[in-house]
């Protein structure tokens, strides 16, 4: 019984930060002008620079806080980390200029961080047989934070810009109280590690690059596919804002949407797909649906449409399994772990270069003066690179013409 509400404990910590970007984005184009007055192109660019400062932190803390959970304990890096993070979305939630909600986002990203020691919690729990199906818990109960994010987000925001701050407050302190009464500590005297600054760096993982010659070209394949990813957490309230004029809640709806189809999509249409075509070809089609529609939002101007087209978006999602796969396949099987390493660092950049850069692009096309009006300006941006990512991997990884047995 007490390793059913370690569990859900953990589940519910997972969520929660899973919720904490979705939540909070349906408001943040109102919200960040609310604050600082100026433009939705004003507020685009302000949004780049607060989802690149929480990027940028949890890639910096979240080596750091798997080593203090390895030295101190599971228990209180969790338990300190859901407190922060509640008084942090209050002081958000209070916040009257844009640079007291840089901070808080700053610190957000920070307590946010803490995924690597939520497996570590259910690694130490799980017995051999159970590990697998208990990792498939955590990797849904993301799935679930992303798509009740911006949902709640967008119901909240029709009580005011500042809501779904109180909410999130509230779901972080009760799930810390919560935490505190079942959670046990796993690290033992046997198990526990010294604390050793040498292994925080998070830019060790792409050493592996170096000692894994054979995926380059698909890595760059991989980068390229999460820079062109990012413009729809980047650019997508913003976007829908200014073309459709959107409320907040319309656009929580929308980002829903894409969480359950693209859910669906990597659940339940990769193996067939890949049964199909094999890996290689597999990949290909995805990239070509998302190339397709990338550039179809670039120019598209009916919200109907846009909502219709998140289905026929989500099918690209196919692709991206299949890529892990064929980077699996290349990659030597003591070196896994590696992979994965450097797979999340990539991923990572890509999380912190892309909203700059596509909030810079939106602001340009979008604010007064500008030479072309054009709002998916970053959609074609991003379109241009899901090509590039096509043409490297067509090229560079001789897809399989056969189907995978």
């Known amino acids: 019984m007490t390793n059913r509400f370690a569990i859900l404990f953990i589940l519910l910590t997972v969520v929660i930060d899973a919720m904490g970007i979705g939540l909070i984005m349906p408001v943040m184009p109102d919200l960040i002008r ?23 932190m949890q890639f910096l803390f979240g080596p750091l806080l798997g080593r203090l ?42 307590t946010a961080a803490t995924h690597s020691t939520a497996n570590a919690f259910m690694a130490d729990i799980s017995a051999p ?49 919560f935490g505190a009464l079942v959670l046990p500590e796993t690290v033992s005297n046997r198990t526990r590690r010294a604390f050793r600054w040498r292994g925080t760096n998070p830019f060790s993982a792409f050493k592996g690059l170096a000692n894994l010659p054979a995926i380059r070209p698909l890595s760059m394949v991989f980068f390229f596919y999460q820079m062109a990813n990012v413009v729809y957490p980047a650019i997508w309230a913003y976007f829908c804002t200014e073309r459709f004029g959107w409320s907040p809640g319309m656009i929580g709806v929308s980002l829903a949407l894409y969480g359950l189809f693209s859910a669906a999509a990597q659940g339940m249409l990769v193996a067939p797909a890949i049964r199909r075509f094999g890996e290689g070809r597999t990949v290909i089609i995805g ?20 909502l219709a087209l998140i289905p026929v978006i989500c099918l690209g999602a ?28 990539i991923t990572s950049v890509a999380m912190i270069v892309g909203p700059l850069l596509m909030t810079q692009i939106f602001a340009a096309f979008t604010r007064q003066g500008a030479p072309i009006y054009l709002p998916g300006a970053p959609f074609l941006l991003a379109a241009v690179m899901m090509l590039v990512s096509l043409l490297v991997f067509a090229r560079s990884a001789r897809p399989a013409t056969k189907p995978a047995n």
């Open 129 to 177: 047989e159970n590990k697998a199906r208990n990792f498939g818990l955590i990797g849904a109960a993301f799935g679930a934070g992303f798509v009740l994010g911006p949902v709640l987000g967008g119901l909240l925001a029709e009580y005011g810009t500042r809501a779904p701050f109180y909410v999130a407050a509230a779901l972080a302190l009760g799930n810390a109280i």
């Open 69 to 110: 959970s390895d030295a101190f304990g599971r228990r209180p890096v969790l338990l300190v980390s859901l407190t922060v993070m509640a008084a942090d979305y209050l002081v958000m939630a209070l916040a009257g200029t844009i640079w007291l909600l840089l901070a808080g986002r700053i610190v957000g990203g920070i």
């Open 287 to 306: 990239l070509t649906i998302e190339f397709a529609t990338l550039l179809a939002l670039s120019f598209l101007a009916s919200g109907i449409l846009a």
């Open 318 to 345: 196919v692709g991206m399994p299949a890529l892990q796969g064929q980077l699996s396949r290349a990659t030597p099987d003591d070196s896994q772990g590696e992979l994965q390493g450097v797979l999340s660092s």
């Open 34 to 56: 609310e604050i600082g007055g100026g433009a939705l192109a004003e507020a685009a660019i302000w949004g780049g620079i607060l989802s690149t400062s929480f990027a940028v």
